[in-house]
């Protein structure tokens, strides 16, 4: 796999790897320089935390109390960059690829329930239950979730407790074995979706990481943390972004650890897109190394948030050396244009990178008055009427709210903003369901 810091979106059931590629417990964790601040000083203890790959967000929650802080961080860390309250009195939190949302296990028998995200991906205190009662082995158990079979993880007395996400009903008993539990933190345990190292349990009093198998609950390996790690009994510990992250609580602090021997992904070196007078776009970008790299899709967007394929690039395979890329758009959106990349791997993992924008002037679409009070108007391309034209409407959370069909006759289309409430929204034109302009329009 070429080694770039991307994110995955689009998950596989059973299949989804995030891009991780397999990995071997090292004897001693090395410290990383990621850091999450907390904002609030109401978050001193009892702490779990978990990360957005598709918005490239972390989450943490205190345990405890429904007022009590949920903190959003953006992945460069130090201080949050958004500050709500729990809502619930909250344990385990995870972030489930499957349906690409925010979950938490709560306390004794509240149950399961969503944590919703605003516009701009931050958690916030909304939420939707998912199930209620005692989900759960013991009521302050922080639930980890396994993505591959779509389970919640438990550990309370030596056994792993397996949960179905389905039913939340239990599904199973596993023996956690080769370790003395009497020293293990067992509120919080970790999935680390690397096979035959799935789980991690803190031995807080040795500063250790144990790993077991997940299918037969065998002790596979084991790490050493360093001398200065802060570990606790129970809470503060998690596993997430390929970290290991131990809770400092008295400056408020998430600090994460590499525990395996295969390093990180480094940066991709650079990704651009840029427009040209000819109102072409040229992606470019370069690795510094890659690892069984097959191919690259060049994926594009009108929002930023839902993506298309739009070509395909062969990567270099495996080479320690830099190698340069691009690809050029020759049909972009009139208006933003936001570009992203998907990496292949031979054996099917595959990664996404960075976002990036460009805007490319419209000289055929417009759209007049913008922002919007009532009525407003789009001008429509009179040079080529051939097809079929279709006007639609998206809400921020790319909702078609609006579609309407364009006669062959018309030079532009009056569109009424009606009962639409004030925001942001995205107005497109397809042609023969290709889209040929899509523009931010604002409704105050």
């Known amino acids: 796999m070429y080694k770039v810091k991307f994110i995955s979106t689009l998950i596989l059931l059973l299949m989804w790897q995030l891009g991780i590629s397999q990995k071997t417990p090292a004897v001693n964790a090395v410290p990383m320089a990621d850091s999450l601040v907390f904002s609030s000083a109401a978050a001193v203890s009892n702490t779990t935390i978990t990360y957005n790959w598709s918005a490239k967000k972390y989450y943490s929650i205190r345990a405890g109390n429904i007022n009590f802080p949920l903190e959003t961080w953006n992945e460069t860390g130090g201080l949050s960059v958004y500050q709500d309250t729990a809502g619930l009195d909250s344990r385990g939190i995870w972030w489930n690829p499957n349906l690409n949302q925010l979950e938490r296990n709560c306390f004794n028998s509240i149950g399961w329930s969503t944590i919703q995200l605003n516009g701009s991906n931050n958690a916030t205190k909304n939420f939707t239950m998912l199930f209620t009662g005692l989900n759960q082995p ?27 996400r389905n039913t939340a009903l239990l599904s199973g008993i596993i023996p956690l074995t080769g370790i003395s539990f009497t020293t293990v933190n067992q509120v919080a345990i970790m999935y680390t ?15 250790r990481i144990y790993l077991f198998d997940r299918v037969t609950g065998a002790l596979t390996g084991v790490t050493q943390l360093p001398a200065s790690a802060i570990t606790t009994a129970s809470y503060r510990v998690g596993y997430t972004n390929q970290r290991l992250w131990l809770f400092n609580a008295s400056v408020r602090t998430w600090n ?55 070509g395909l690039v ?92 364009v006669g062959e006759n018309e030079k532009s289309v009056e569109l009424d903003r009606g009962s639409f409430p004030a925001g942001s929204y995205f107005l497109s034109v397809l042609q023969d369901g290709v889209k040929r302009y899509c523009v931010r329009i604002s409704f105050e």
């Open 138 to 164: 013991n009521g302050q158990s922080c639930g980890a979730y396994d993505f591959k079979t779509n389970t919640v993880l438990f550990c309370f007395g030596g056994p792993m407790y397996v949960y179905d």
């Open 193 to 207: 979706g690397q096979i035959g190292y799935e789980i991690a349990l803190l031995d807080y009093t040795a500063k």
């Open 256 to 310: 994460s650890y590499y525990i395996w021997n295969e390093p990180l992904p480094v940066e991709l070196v650079h990704f651009t897109a840029k427009t040209s007078e000819s109102k072409l776009v040229k992606c470019e970008w370069t690795t510094a190394s890659e690892v069984n790299n097959d191919f690259f899709e060049v994926q594009r967007s009108a929002d930023g948030q839902n993506f298309e394929t739009i």
């Open 314 to 405: 062969d990567g270099t395979g495996s080479t320690s050396s830099y190698s340069n890329y691009n690809f050029i758009d020759a049909m972009p959106l009139q208006g933003l244009n936001y570009y992203r990349l998907r990496q292949n791997d031979f054996d099917g993992n595959f990664e996404y990178s960075e976002i990036v924008k460009v805007e490319v002037a419209s000289e055929i679409y417009s759209v007049f008055p913008n922002p919007v009070k009532e009525k407003y108007y789009l001008k429509l391309d009179e040079a080529d009427k051939s097809g079929m034209q279709i006007i639609q409407l998206h809400n921020a959370l790319g909702e078609i709210v609006l579609s309407r069909r």
